[in-house]
């Protein structure tokens, strides 16, 4: 169990219901709006950050555990090296505008402690943002005729983005089943999931699809066994099917976007080409593999980079595909390229932390609880899939996703263990 540092429970103000309505509202906003719109995902945010301040005047009783600052350490820690790369590597002011983002989701954090959005809210926001954005997708792909899906953002975090909303949907299956409309939220949340993956699909992403079996056993992990074997075997069924589908049918272009994949790889390995889209992602690894230990301790920096990059270039040591970018497609990579060793610890703390916490109730015996705890699990899971073949933090929809993502999700599971605690 957590230490507590402060043993009050929440006590709320005269304007409790007012601003948990408020909460509930930015918070189904978030993912109503988040991808139809040019940085939709910032208002909902914005909102919650702007009611903050509401605390200094309702100074309500948190009842922070050691967990709770854990959660705003890591956050902080990863946000602060960052802007200290920035400062140090003489990026000025514009190379704060994403790290302190990190900074903004903790006055957020302690509002949703103290007034929680409606559990409902919560799935309605992650419904809302994933056929909202398979509905784009599908209108893009299939209507304009675009080849690959991308939003109004760069196309691999609208695809990857896409995934992420139909994996909260799944995650939070347990709680729709215990509602009292259950099969009305249960329809939705699998709806939502759907159209989530498609719009992953006509986004021609591929670097998400190849993290889907570890989605697959933290929900496995979560609900897996509480399934009984026909149902288990019914579902495997079904998402056998599902790909076969998306496999065959031309309009997904899965087909195409994988036998574009193993091309690039046979024609990598024999020198043929150094940059097609994956052939440019094993030269920037394979730079970045170059430079890490001429630096490990503090890294390059991102203009440390770049100007170390353009000499392997030059020099003949990595192909010209290097130079064209300021990153290195891989998060783990990057991070300790541009921020050394203490870069790599913080990105795996923001990973790894919140995972563990979020863990801890993977397996309780309330499923609307479990249900928090395995969508904050998937949410860890589906980012490290994605950091694999991108740098996801590197883009403001990835760092607010992940950011107040992870806080909406805490703050509900922190105030739904407090209620089932005081009615024990």
């Not at 889907?212 to 056998?240: D, E, H, S, T, V």
């Not at 290097?322 to 541009?338: F, Q």
Request: aromatic share 12%.
């Amino acid at each position: 169990m957590s230490t507590r540092l402060d043993s009050a429970s929440p006590v709320p103000s005269s304007q409790a219901p007012r601003l948990q309505l408020y909460t509930s509202l930015a918070v189904i906003l978030f993912g109503a709006i988040a991808l139809l719109f040019p940085s939709g995902y910032s208002l909902g945010p914005a909102l919650l950050l702007l009611a903050s301040p509401v605390l200094l005047v309702t100074r309500p009783k948190l009842g922070l555990e050691r967990r709770d600052w854990a959660i705003m350490a890591v956050l902080m820690l990863y946000g602060g090296l960052w802007i200290l790369e920035v400062w140090w590597d003489g990026q000025g002011s514009r190379g704060l505008d994403k790290p302190i983002r990190f900074f903004l989701a903790v006055p957020v954090l302690l509002l949703l402690l103290a007034y929680p959005p409606r559990m409902a809210a919560v799935w309605m926001s992650a419904a809302l943002a994933a056929i909202g954005t398979g509905s784009f997708a599908a209108w893009q792909k299939l209507v304009l005729g675009m080849a690959r899906a991308d939003g109004h953002t760069q196309v691999i975090q609208f695809g990857n983005s896409s995934m992420l909303f139909g994996i909260l949907c799944l995650g939070g299956l347990g709680w729709a089943v215990c509602q009292p409309r259950s099969r009305r939220w249960v329809a939705l949340l699998i709806v939502g999931a759907l159209f989530g993956f498609m719009g992953s699909l006509f986004s021609g992403s591929r670097g998400g699809w190849i993290g889907l079996p570890f989605i697959a056993l933290a929900l496995y992990k979560g609900y897996g066994r509480y399934l009984a074997l026909r149902y288990q075997a019914m579902l495997a069924g079904l998402l056998f099917a599902v790909g076969v589908l998306a496999y065959a049918i031309p309009h997904t272009g899965v087909a195409e976007r994988i036998g574009q994949g193993v091309s690039d790889v046979q024609r990598y390995i024999s020198g043929e080409s150094r940059t097609s889209s994956l052939g440019a992602r094993f030269e920037m690894w394979r730079a970045a593999a170059m430079v890490i230990p001429e630096r490990p301790l503090t890294g390059w920096g991102e203009n440390g980079y770049e100007q170390r990059a353009a000499e392997l270039v030059e020099a003949g040591d990595v192909g010209v595909a290097v130079a064209r970018y300021n990153h290195v497609h891989n998060e783990v990579l990057d991070v300790t390229v541009k921020r050394g060793l203490l870069g790599l610890v913080t990105l795996l703390l923001l990973y790894f932390v919140p995972m563990r916490l979020f863990g801890r109730q993977i397996s309780s015996s309330n499923l609307e609880l479990r249900a928090f705890a395995v969508t904050g699990v998937l949410l860890c899971v589906a980012y490290i899939d994605f950091g694999l073949s991108q740098v996801f933090l590197l883009h403001n929809s990835g760092v607010m996703l992940f950011s107040f993502w992870l806080v909406i999700l805490w703050a509900s599971m922190r105030r739904l263990e407090a209620s089932l605690d005081r009615r024990e």
